[in-house]
């Protein structure tokens, strides 16, 4: 595709239950980054990926939150027991090269998710 | 950790006022990006500044790296309604983009 995507676009979960969020990035891309907006705040840096490897996992949150990426395109970050305070919106962007702060950072248009 | 401090966090203006905001940091930046964040939509970039004291225009936006590559600024002349949104800067630094808290810019008609 054009850009990324992500998928769902929204989504409404109960406390307790296990979500999965889904980004595909720009083909050809071999950096990927998974942030975390909170209404009305700044961008929370969560995790990257070079190519199927993330290096550095401390931007996680806590261990209820984990991403894997396979095949050097999608990812998928997995929220494990929700609670109310994880309600935010999920962006994932990509960038052609990794290990580089010169590259351009492609956003998706992000998962909304509301934990009730 | 390295942060990147950015100010101010919300700024109003009347329209056709200027808007400035500003970017920190406490170490030396390889280079600075600047996003753009629509209401409701997600950061796209905007520029990207690399060398000391480099100065870009787009349009009525005037983007500024400082000589010791420590501060930068987007300045907005004659805001318009479709500035709206919140502006972020990212500075570089080991090979890592490094994204400040954004300045969320209002502007009434």
């Known amino acids: 595709g054009a850009g990324v995507s992500q998928s769902p676009s929204n989504k409404v979960t109960e406390k307790g239950k296990d979500v999965e969020l889904r980004c595909d990035p720009i083909s050809g891309h071999t950096a990927l980054y998974w942030y975390r907006q909170s209404l009305g705040q700044g961008l929370e840096f969560l995790i990257y990926?070079?190519?199927?490897?993330?290096?550095?996992k401390s931007g996680l949150p806590s261990d209820r939150f984990s991403a894997e990426r396979t095949g050097g395109s999608v990812s998928t970050l997995t929220i494990q027991r929700t609670q109310q305070e994880d309600s935010a919106v999920y962006l994932c962007?990509?960038?052609?090269?990794?290990?580089?702060?010169?590259?351009?950072?492609?956003f998706g248009p992000g998962t909304r998710l509301t934990v009730l | 950790g390295q942060q990147v401090m950015q100010i101010p966090q919300y700024q109003h203006v009347q329209e056709g006022e200027d808007f400035t905001t500003y970017c920190n940091s406490s170490t030396t930046l390889s280079n600075i990006q600047w996003y753009k964040q629509r209401p409701g939509g997600h950061p796209v970039f905007l520029i990207q500044?690399?060398?000391?004291?480099e100065v870009k225009k787009q349009k009525r936006l005037t983007f500024q790296f400082g000589e010791a590559k420590k501060n930068s600024s987007l300045h907005i002349t004659a805001t318009q309604t479709t500035d709206v949104g919140t502006y972020f800067c990212a500075g570089g630094s080991q090979g890592n983009l490094i994204f400040g808290k954004g300045t969320k810019l209002s502007v009434k008609p």
């Open positions: 500044l690399v060398k000391s004291g």
């Open positions: 962007a990509s960038s052609l090269y990794f290990g580089t702060s010169f590259d351009t950072q492609y």
């Open positions: 990926f070079q190519g199927n490897s993330a290096p550095d």
